[in-house]
């Protein structure tokens, strides 16, 4: 089992940047596919984006791709999301999610795969 806490979020204009990091405790992040997820005010819960175990592949939402970068550390057993040329609709709720389940070399990008969750931090993109 792991316990996930993520870090980072708060208020940034549109076209500013944040890092988000995920620290992960309780077992080695290097067991796991991790993921980042976001949730809007009634909307559902989506992939941002999501890394394989070793680092190796990578996955992206569309509305993010050339803006977001996901990277791991597992020997500190971190998972970081840079958030470049942020817009307001990037405005959510963001997660840390672990997948136990994924091979080696991929990675899901339904929420429903995921055996563990942070408790988000709030990003907040004004116009």
């Known amino acids: 089992q792991v316990q996930l806490v993520e870090s980072g979020g708060g208020l940034v204009q549109a076209g500013g940047s944040l890092r988000l990091s995920c620290a992960a405790s309780g077992r080695s992040t290097s067991t796991y596919a991790m993921g980042w997820f976001r949730q809007a005010p009634g909307k559902e819960r989506e992939l941002v984006a999501a890394i394989s175990r070793s680092g190796g592949n990578t996955r992206y939402a569309d509305s993010v791709k050339g803006r977001f970068t996901i990277s791991r550390d597992n020997a500190k057993n971190t998972v970081d999301l840079q958030m470049n040329s942020l817009k307001p609709e990037d405005t959510a709720v963001y997660y840390c999610?672990?997948?136990?389940?994924?091979?080696?070399?991929?990675?899901?990008?339904?929420?429903?795969?995921?055996?563990?969750w942070g408790q988000g931090t709030q990003v907040t993109v004004s116009s």
């Open positions: 999610a672990a997948d136990r389940s994924s091979p080696s070399w991929g990675s899901s990008p339904f929420p429903r795969d995921y055996d563990y």
